[in-house]
């Protein structure tokens, strides 16, 4: 049987390599935060970075600061920063508007590079941003969305017709992972393109989307990549298809020269001429210091450490809250940085664990989802968080009402 002792923990921790990350992070002492898969914590920097960019940059410099500050190059800098823990190359990379208005655009793209194709598959279980998104381009483009419910009803929807297959890599209920690379061979053989949601793995899995051979991504600045909220989302092109993108929505900022102001509209080289109109700069500035803050760290690293983390947390579960029903993945190449437990009051143990100072969150129906960002959780974090859990759970406070009210954001 696995160890789950505290003293384990601990030991886990002083060997952990990436245990120094969790210093470039502002984390209130005492709490145990496990939901950097919906709001990764604040760098230390960016506070005093953002506030500089308000008073001194806005504030006293005003327009001159889109030279003098490098406001203008931000987005080009944040893609260059961003690159490396995707596998990919600097100008394969766009960082801009959020990833629904991401993954719309790279459906046009995708609908245009395969023409006489008209059909989109994508998972039933999808974020349902992303389905709204398909449903919504595939309106005006007149084509049918289709959905599959896993990897193993694709053989079966995969026809002429199917011009992308898209689907986000780790499932953000189960955090169940599919196989990117497998799924793309058999999109590309098919003569469709792929297409990954990259929201649950950016900063937080050896991402490689040259190895995968993805023609298209997205995927999120303020999960693992802690931009702060609403931070710009990113996206990428594949550098094979360059030569034929076209932008579905041409805006001034990425125009090869937007201050040329020309009538035509000349698009700026590689992924940069998809980036819509005036980047939103103090949100870029909060995106540069989550990246800055995973300056030196390789995907592989990150990787390794939600492996043992998820590891670790799913022992200490099968070992206190055996109740618990482990709905994500056991085989460790299955599954992505997030643990999620199922169970017909989840709703109120993820609001009375709350109260206790562990944060994680619940996602309809019936899911309490922990997400271990290998960047601030420690080992020891997670015996503390499951000690809470069965606190909970003997004392049935996930039954007080105080608990179970729901709120707008979950
Ligand atoms: C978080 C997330 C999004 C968020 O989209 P926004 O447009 O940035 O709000 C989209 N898709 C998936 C799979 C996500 O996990």
Redesign the pocket.
């Known amino acids: 049987m696995a160890v789950t002792t505290r003293e384990h923990a601990l030991a886990l921790d002083a060997a952990d390599p990436l245990a120094p990350l969790r210093g470039r992070f502002q984390l209130p002492e005492g709490l145990v935060y496990l939901d950097g898969n919906s709001l990764g914590a604040a760098p230390r920097a960016a506070a005093d970075r953002i506030a500089r960019t308000v008073t001194h940059e806005w504030g006293d410099r005003l327009i001159r600061s889109w030279n003098e500050a490098g406001w203008f190059t931000a987005p080009a800098r944040a893609a260059a920063a961003l690159a490396p823990l995707l596998g990919a190359d600097a100008d394969e990379v766009v960082v801009a508007d959020?990833?629904?208005?991401n993954?719309a655009k790279l459906l046009h793209v995708a609908l245009s590079l395969r023409p006489g194709r008209t059909d989109v598959v994508m998972e039933r279980g999808?974020?349902p941003?992303?389905l709204y998104v398909a449903r919504g381009v595939l309106v005006l483009r007149g084509g049918r969305l289709r959905l599959v419910d896993g990897p193993d009803d694709l053989p079966g929807v995969l026809d002429e017709q199917v011009a992308l297959v898209a689907v986000?890599e780790v499932d953000?209920r189960t955090g169940a992972r599919w196989d990117v690379g497998a799924l793309t061979a058999a999109a590309h053989t098919a003569g469709a393109l792929a297409l990954v949601?990259l929201?649950?793995s950016t900063g937080a899995l050896d991402v490689d989307v040259h190895a995968l051979d993805v023609d298209l991504a997205v995927g999120?600045g303020?999960?693992y990549l802690h931009g702060g909220p609403g931070a710009p989302?990113h996206a990428y092109v594949a550098r094979r298809h360059h030569a034929a993108l076209t932008a579905p929505m041409p805006a001034w900022f990425g125009h090869a020269e937007p201050f040329a102001m020309s009538t035509d509209f000349t698009p700026a080289p590689g992924v940069a001429r998809l980036a819509g109109g005036t980047p939103p700069v103090l949100s870029l500035t909060g995106l540069l210091c989550g990246l800055e803050s995973l300056d030196g760290v390789t995907p592989g690293q990150l990787q390794a450490k939600a492996t043992a983390l998820t590891a670790f947390f799913v022992a200490l579960l099968d070992a206190h809250c055996p109740e618990l029903t482990v709905v994500t993945p056991r085989d460790a190449a299955r599954r992505g940085a997030h643990v999620s437990v199922a169970h017909p009051d989840a709703h109120g143990i993820v609001q009375a664990l709350i109260a206790r100072d562990v944060i994680g969150d619940f996602r309809d129906p019936d899911i309490a989802r922990f997400g271990l960002a290998p960047t601030t959780t420690r080992f020891v974090d997670l015996v503390t968080a499951v000690q809470h859990l069965r606190a909970v759970l003997d004392a049935g406070e996930h039954d007080e009402a105080r608990f179970t009210a729901r709120s707008a954001v979950t």
Request: hydrophobic content about 30%.
């Open positions: 959020s990833t629904s208005v993954l999808s974020f941003t992303d986000t953000f949601d929201c649950h999120c303020y999960k989302a």
